[in-house]
């Protein structure tokens, strides 16, 4: 049924009379959490849009959008398995994401784009550890330490709000080809992980009690081809 919808999509897209005044674009880059940074979230993917009155355009994106973050809360405030009690959730995620958009264009030529997009994402692969320890009360109390798989715990679908701006770059002459640099911005509406949930079993008291959501910022190179000649 996904493929169907794709495939139904793709035909849309590129219909000669819908794809009048319109701008497909290829684009991949790296981004970083705002919250619990581990590693570099990888994305990429394939977005258009048609241009009408008043220079907005509306379109939608498919896109792949890569998670690393760490979740580290320690007693006495100390980080990174210093301390005598805490809990370590390390969390590599990927989510397919398909969200409809809406954009404004401006500039003498069209050359620049601010966009919002709102979509949901269907996971790829995931894999989450968590570290839980307690050293605090002796050998004869039952101090612990130990490392779950909690991979189970990962959403198989997030909601994810987007925006950011564009800079198109043209490659010259009456050639339809732009070369672009996008910033963009993204949060989830849901947690990547049930791990929060207050009725999981392996919580303890260094868990988390709000959403693992964190916001990410991404820097995209792509390259972008329009239906009309750069004027």
């Known amino acids: 049924m996904k493929r169907l919808i ?4 793709l035909c849309v897209f590129t219909s000669s009379a819908f794809a009048q005044n319109s701008v497909i674009s290829l684009y991949g880059g790296a ?3 705002l919250k619990y940074n581990y590693d570099l979230g990888i994305s990429g993917g394939l977005r258009f849009v048609k241009i009408g009155k008043g220079r907005t355009a509306f379109g939608a994106q498919l896109f792949y959008q890569g998670y ?3 979740y580290d809360k320690e007693a006495y405030a100390v980080n990174n398995g210093a301390s005598i009690a805490g809990v370590n959730i390390l969390n590599k995620t ?3 994401c ?9 500039g003498k030529h069209n050359n620049m784009e601010a966009y919002l997009n709102v979509g949901a994402g269907f996971k790829m692969s995931g894999n989450e550890t968590m570290r839980k ?4 009360h002796g050998y004869v109390s039952g101090d612990y330490d130990s490392t779950i798989d909690t991979s189970p715990n990962i959403n198989s679908m997030i909601f994810r709000v987007g925006f950011g701006m564009v800079e198109y770059i043209h490659m010259g002459g009456e050639s339809n080809w732009w070369v672009t640099f996008t910033e963009d911005f993204g949060f989830l509406t849901n947690s990547i992980s049930k791990t929060t949930d207050v009725k999981d079993p392996s919580r303890t008291a260094y868990s988390p009690t709000n959403k693992i959501n964190p916001g990410y910022i991404s820097l995209q190179i792509g390259i ?3 239906r009309t000649h750069y004027r």
């Not at 398909?98 to 401006?106: K, M, N, R, V, Y």
């Not at 320890?133 to 605090?136: K, L, Q």
């Open 6 to 9: 794709l495939l139904a999509i």
């Open 68 to 70: 690393a973050f760490r």
């Open 224 to 226: 972008s081809h329009t």
């Open 98 to 106: 398909l969200a409809p958009s809406i954009g404004q264009f401006f």
């Open 31 to 33: 981004g970083t959490s």
């Open 94 to 96: 990927s989510y397919i």
């Open 133 to 136: 320890w307690d050293n605090t």
